[in-house]
């Protein structure tokens, strides 16, 4: 069985820090093989892609957060990470993991942060 488990969220003061990650396990394949990333969802919003991270190692980022966050990922650990930096109350958001390939696609169960003001 496939399992996401994304960490590290909670509450931060707006300007501070916070370092997501998400554990993947039970995928059948190299985890070299997928495309990993972040995706948030403000309450009453859509899910936006937040970043991604190509099995080759080169990302993209949604414009709202280039230049704060930054997306890595050890795959001897099977993980993907999000370092937030400069948060906004706007990132107010669940966040979640997901990794896909050609023939799979696979998301997290999310996980909270909060920024207040």
């Known amino acids: 069985q496939v399992q996401l488990v994304e960490s590290g969220g909670g509450l931060v003061q707006a300007g501070g820090s916070l370092r997501l990650s998400c554990s993947v396990s039970?995928?059948?394949?190299?985890?070299?093989?997928?495309?990993m990333g972040w995706y948030r969802q403000a309450p009453g919003k859509q899910r936006d892609l937040v970043a991604v991270?190509?099995?080759?190692?080169?990302?993209d980022y949604a414009d709202s957060v280039k230049g704060r966050f930054t997306i890595s990922r050890d795959n001897a650990k099977n993980t993907v990470y999000l370092q937030m930096n400069g948060l906004k109350p706007e990132d107010t958001a669940v966040y979640y993991c997901?990794?896909?390939?050609?023939?799979?696609?696979?998301w997290g169960q999310g996980i909270q942060v909060t920024v207040s003001s």
């Open positions: 991270i190509y099995n080759g190692g080169s990302t």
């Open positions: 997901n990794v896909y390939n050609i023939f799979h696609n696979y």
């Open positions: 039970g995928i059948t394949f190299s985890i070299s093989s997928y495309t």
